[in-house]
């Protein structure tokens, strides 16, 4: 298994900022690729971002396309998801996850992750 755990959350302006990190242990030479996927209060999870493990390549959801970015710590086994010009609408508990196969949906599904963090708090006021 791999553990997961978030951490970086917060409460910022809209326009502001914030770093969201991961932290895996346990079976990290399994990791495919890591995602981020945030849940709204009554919506389900959504993608936003994630990354392929062997070769950092990253992949986006259009609507954090040049605000996001997505990277990683090789040595610590550690997902950043960096956020700028915050957005109300971007308030939601952050999830982060893994999976250890390449899937068959491309990286946006959650059902193609294998394991889940507890999630960390965003709030963007107006």
């Known amino acids: 298994q791999v553990q997961l755990v978030e951490s970086g959350g917060g409460l910022v302006q809209a326009g502001g900022s914030l770093r969201l990190s991961c932290d895996a242990s346990g079976r990290t030479f399994s990791i495919y690729a890591m995602g981020w996927f945030p849940r709204a209060p009554g919506k389900e999870r959504e993608f936003v971002a994630a990354?392929?493990?062997?070769?950092?390549?990253?992949y986006y959801a259009d609507s954090v396309k040049g605000r996001f970015t997505i990277s990683r710590d090789n040595a610590k086994n550690t997902v950043y998801l960096q956020m700028n010009s915050l957005k109300p609408e971007d308030t939601a508990v952050y999830y982060c996850a893994n999976r250890d196969y390449s899937g068959s949906y491309g990286y946006t599904k959650p059902a193609e992750y294998n394991y889940w963090g507890q999630g960390t708090q965003v709030t963007v006021s107006s």
């Open positions: 990354i392929r493990w062997r070769d950092s390549r990253t």
